[in-house]
């Protein structure tokens, strides 16, 4: 029963770590992105190729050059053996960028990705990286759309690191 329940706690510890990954992305938070990678981890992104330690600074970068974004995790599948694991799960993200013009327009990525995960020093962190794109859709700004509609919703504009709203998990 020990050895199945630290297995749940292992599973649980990497799921987060991805969940985490999105979200720091989302609000800009490179030092919480920075604990999803370990710093020799291997990233492979196809526009990208490298370590983690590397990674960060550029996809904080590319995230922060997008108006808005949003990122998630779904379908995750874990296999722990000791203090390594790999997991599979898909991705999807928006990013919103702006014309000359003003006008916003966003993309939707589909993807998966393919990770390997060690646990060093009791903690889990993602040690090698391979994202596969599967398709992407590009559309108008739908948020404009609904508030010229007179249907207003809350929206945030996050385009520096830490937003009033973040609160750190």
Same mark, same amino acid.
């Given at each position: ?21 999105g979200r ?7 030092? =919480? ?13 196809? /526009?990208? @190729?490298?370590? #983690? +330690? ?16 949003w990122h ?29 013009? =003003? ?10 990705y393919?990770?390997? /995960?060690? @646990?060093?020093? #009791? +903690? ?46």
């Amino acid at each position: 029963m020990n050895e199945q329940l630290q297995e749940l706690l292992d599973r649980k510890a990497c799921e987060d770590v991805l969940l985490r990954y999105g979200r720091t992305l989302d609000w800009l938070d490179a030092e =919480g992105q920075q604990t999803c990678f370990w710093p020799d981890a291997e990233i492979d992104y196809g /526009f990208f @190729k490298g370590s #983690g +330690e590397d990674w960060v600074p550029l996809v904080m970068q590319v995230e922060g050059a997008s108006a808005r974004r949003w990122h998630i995790c779904t379908g995750i599948l874990v296999e722990v053996s000791g203090d390594s694991a790999k997991s599979e799960c898909y991705g999807l993200t928006v990013g919103s960028t702006e014309s000359e013009a =003003g006008e916003i327009h966003d993309t939707l990525f589909g993807g998966r990705y393919l990770d390997e /995960f060690s @646990k060093r020093g #009791g +903690e889990w962190r993602i040690s090698k990286r391979a994202y596969i794109a599967d398709w992407a859709h590009g559309f108008p700004d739908g948020l404009q759309g609904l508030a010229d509609s007179g249907f207003v919703l809350n929206t945030l504009q996050i385009d520096n690191a830490g937003h009033p709203a973040y609160r750190p998990m």
